[in-house]
């Protein structure tokens, strides 16, 4: 696994030229980058959302593309049209932003849900279809997408069934004081993200994704990871818990995480880890919850910190 850390170390110190003390933050993004999932990224406005996507699109050699979601946007706009060519007498499919390798979306909360909805094939499928044929999209395929949970006007809540269709969901929170001076300094002549470039082929992605696939789980690791999920299902808060995408999250998220730390074996503190990223935004509270403003984050941080963690020799091969 030396190679997938050494990627992911390059990966995560480019972007630090650019994203000032949120090292978590950008571990997670390339977790989700080397487990083929998309991500969304929510905070507030003004804290590096945007910058943070069009940052790791930088530093890869991928095709990149940006749609900036407006209420009265189709979603024709997003997949693309099919248009008559009067010259072969055909319709020729003219693709639109999202045919390409690192898709940001962005505020994808200001669309309309029949607009949103346009995503939920290329997510899930990786394929669009337009007009009743079907097209593949470009492989790697990852959506970054932004969204700031604070203001409500002239937004529309992503439905359930988007988000779980999300590896992760991080923040980035506002930055220490130290930081944000260094921040200042950074930019008082022009943005780092200017001078960026890209330290990684799409060929070097393509093998540390297929690379991060190796890496073993043992039974105990993968029966910790369901029970996980399975307790915010059963959990007397909960309207609507996890479904098996998030078990799928623990597990494939874990590898990474273990690849990146160099290792070839799942640990519980890998999953333990990314619980909270991988299951808060597929956790619905129950209407008794809301009203005493218990949060979904504070349901899962409960499970995780109630569901005892496996022992054992995890690292053997069953």
């Known amino acids: 696994m030396s190679q997938v850390q050494a990627f992911a170390q390059l990966l995560i110190e480019n972007i630090e030229q650019v994203i000032v003390g949120k090292r978590e933050s950008v571990e997670l993004v390339v977790i989700a980058l080397l487990s083929r999932g998309h991500l969304l990224i929510e905070d507030v406005p003004g804290v590096g959302k945007t910058v943070l996507a069009r940052s790791l699109a930088r530093s ?3 095709s990149f593309s940006r749609i900036q979601f407006t209420p ?9 049209v099919s248009i008559f060519n009067q010259v072969s007498r055909e319709f020729e499919f003219r693709p639109g932003p999202v045919v390409a390798q690192v898709v940001l979306a962005d505020e994808i909360n200001r669309a309309t849900p029949k607009t949103q909805a346009a995503l939920l094939e290329a997510m899930e499928e990786r394929q669009i279809t337009v007009d009743g044929v079907t097209h593949p999209l470009p492989q790697p395929f990852l959506v970054l997408a932004t969204q700031n949970p604070i203001e409500y006007e002239g937004t529309f809540p992503l439905p359930e069934a988007q ?11 506002y930055p220490a004081r130290e930081d944000e001076v260094e921040i200042l300094d950074r930019q008082q002549f022009r943005h780092p993200i200017e001078e960026l470039g890209p330290v990684a082929a799409v060929e070097d992605l393509v093998a540390a994704q297929e690379a991060v696939k190796s890496v073993h789980v043992s039974v105990a690791v993968k029966q910790y990871a ?8 059963q959990h007397p808060e909960v309207y609507l818990g996890a479904s098996p995408r998030g078990s799928l999250a623990l597990y494939r998220a874990g590898q990474a995480r273990a690849a990146m730390a160099g290792r070839q074996f799942v640990l519980p503190d890998d999953v333990k ?12 509270p129950g209407p008794a919850a809301r009203l005493r403003d218990v949060s979904a984050r504070d349901i899962v941080q409960e499970i995780v910190e109630k569901l005892a963690v496996p022992g054992g020799d995890l690292d053997r091969v069953q």
Do not use: K, N
């Open 60 to 62: 890869l050699g991928c």
């Open 226 to 233: 369901v029970e996980m999920t399975r307790r915010t299902r």
């Open 273 to 284: 880890a990314l619980t909270l990223p991988a299951l808060a935004h597929r956790v619905i």
């Open 72 to 80: 009265d946007m189709l979603p024709s706009d997003v997949t693309g």
């Open 163 to 173: 988000l779980d269709r999300f590896l992760l969901r991080v923040g980035l929170g």
